[in-house]
């Protein structure tokens, strides 16, 4: 019984570094169909958007949101990961999974943002 248990631990460790091994092996970046990327729009009139943060990547990539819009990154990673938009500047703490950081986006214009820590994570929020 013992011996089982231990082959089952291994096999699932295994299993682990497989699937981290195929993410790395990707070309230093998570698979944009996994992570959620791509664009999205949210609800005029200020109802609230969300950027989830999974995989080492924003998703979506590109949100556009109407004026006065809070947007909200949901942090599902176990790793820390932050939100550095550079104009206006604003920097969130550094999050992990379970954590979100918002921030109400008044004036229409093209927000480009990072992840400090691991800089090859970028997004964008466009107001109009």
């Known amino acids: 019984m013992r011996r089982s248990v231990a082959l089952a631990s291994m096999a699932s460790t295994a299993s682990t570094v497989a699937a981290a091994l195929v993410a790395c092996s990707s070309g230093g970046g998570p698979d944009p169909a996994s992570s959620g990327e791509g664009s999205s729009s949210a609800p005029a009139g200020g109802a609230g958007s ?59 214009g093209t927000y480009d943002y990072v992840c400090s820590i691991h800089q090859y994570m970028t997004g964008r929020i466009v107001v109009k």
């Open 50 to 108: 969300t950027v989830v943060v999974r995989n080492f990547a924003f998703g979506p990539r590109t949100l556009t949101v109407a004026a006065g819009t809070k947007v909200t990154w949901r942090f599902a990673d176990e790793a820390d990961h932050n939100v550095d938009i550079t104009q206006p500047k604003v920097q969130s703490p550094n999050r992990h999974a379970g954590q979100t950081f918002g921030y109400t986006f008044t004036t229409p």
